[in-house]
């Protein structure tokens, strides 16, 4: 039985997070000792390694809660686990198209800086251009 402690070093997972995923249901909750302080086996590793390992891949906690869901129900179609992945890499693909555009912008305005003053920097100029922050569809980005 492991600690709540050692879980978190084994797992490079915060205590704090540890506590949180059992408050929001992702994590059971575990044993405990005479004393109150909680243990943890095999499955609780397991468990939270899972979990730690789907955020890395930047699953939200509603896709990791489906996800563990799903692997709970061994009889369940395999597709509705993919059909989770694939929403994923959908939204890892927007993410690179959106961050591959910043870097364009970015890359622009760093050359078109001549680097004389500040009275006359590119970079302090597309920054206040608020037009600029416009997508095609008139929204505002952030």
């Known amino acids: 039985m492991l600690s709540i402690g050692t879980l978190a070093k084994r797992t490079g997972t915060k205590v704090q997070t540890i506590r949180y995923y059992e408050q929001i249901g992702l994590m059971p909750e575990p044993g405990r000792t005479e004393g ?5 086996g095999e499955a609780g590793l397991d ?3 899972f979990i730690r390992h ?3 891949l930047g699953f939200s906690l509603e896709a990791i809660r489906e996800l563990l869901e799903l692997s709970d129900s061994p009889e369940r179609s395999c597709a509705e686990v993919d059909a989770v992945a694939q929403r994923q890499l959908r939204e890892v693909e927007a993410r690179i198209t959106r961050l591959e555009a910043l870097r364009a ?8 800086c001549d680097r004389d003053r500040v009275a006359d920097c590119r970079v302090l100029e597309v920054l206040r251009d608020h037009e600029e922050c416009l997508t095609d569809h008139g929204k505002a980005t952030s």
């Open 36 to 40: 109150g302080q909680r243990r943890y």
């Open 47 to 49: 468990r939270l390694a």
């Open 54 to 56: 789907a955020r890395q």
């Open 105 to 112: 912008e970015l890359r622009r305005m760093v050359a078109e």
